[in-house]
């Protein structure tokens, strides 16, 4: 499979604890994306990264929140002391880069975090 | 501030029937839309469209953009039970690493 792939796809944790996400890219896509998910709405933008460096950063994203893409390429998004309003699906998304800049996001599976 | 609004926000049909969904778009630096379907997980690729008038079409599925109204329609003929998803309709910000400003969908069930 070449797709995107996110591991874990579910995630039950108590109030406080830290999470860890990862996500895999389509192999030679140097854009990678986050975004979260909640119940009724569209994905929202977290974060991404141009190979491995992170560009922009949402101001969703608390300082509670941290991502990186070390090697441009997997990346991971840990969630520090998570609290029940971090209780969402977490996306991924990855693209090429090209010249028109009209590429394609492609999603992966998803991880749905829920925060007791 | 960018925005994407879609329409309507649910809707139940029966198999067989056909469907448009609405998107409209207040985006800086346009230059694409996307559509995605979103069944119980990640959003799958639909079409992208960046010029005006041309349909995009895909089976049963097709799309069409309006730059000069700033919106898009989607549309599903002879629709299935397996046609039941949110669709998804989102726009690129370009000068920002094309992160995608998305609508909150349209929830389609398709009844048989």
């Known amino acids: 499979d070449t797709g995107v792939s996110q591991d874990p796809r579910h995630k039950i944790t108590k109030r406080g604890q830290n999470v860890t996400f990862r996500c895999d890219p389509i192999?030679?896509?140097?854009?990678l994306y986050w975004y979260r998910q909640t119940l009724g709405q569209g994905p929202e933008f977290l974060t991404y990264?141009?190979?491995?460096?992170?560009?922009?950063k949402s101001r969703l994203l608390s300082d509670r929140f941290s991502a990186e893409r070390p090697k441009g390429s997997f990346s991971t998004l840990e969630i520090q002391r998570t609290e029940q309003g971090d209780s969402a699906m977490y996306l991924c998304?990855?693209?090429?880069?090209?010249?028109?800049?009209?590429?394609?996001?492609?999603f992966g599976p998803g991880t749905r975090l829920l925060v007791l | 501030e960018d925005k994407v609004v879609q329409s309507p926000l649910s809707l139940v049909v029966h198999e067989g029937d056909t469907v448009t969904l609405n998107c409209s778009y207040e985006?800086?630096?346009?230059?694409?839309l996307l559509w995605y379907k979103q069944e119980k997980k990640a959003p799958t690729f639909l079409f992208m469209l960046?010029?005006?008038?041309i349909e995009k079409k895909s089976g049963r599925l097709s799309s069409i953009l309006d730059k000069k109204e700033l919106f898009s329609i989607l549309n599903i003929t002879a629709t299935q039970t397996g046609d039941s998803a949110i669709y998804l309709c989102?726009?690129?910000?370009?000068?920002?690493?094309?992160?995608?400003?998305f609508g909150a969908g349209t929830i389609l069930r398709v009844k048989s």
């Open positions: 989102a726009v690129p910000r370009p000068y920002y690493g094309n992160k995608l400003v």
């Open positions: 192999s030679e896509h140097n854009r």
């Open positions: 998304a990855s693209s090429p880069t090209t010249l028109r800049g009209q590429e394609t996001q492609y």
């Open positions: 960046t010029s005006s008038g």
């Open positions: 990264f141009q190979n491995e460096a992170q560009l922009e």
């Open positions: 985006v800086t630096n346009f230059r694409s």
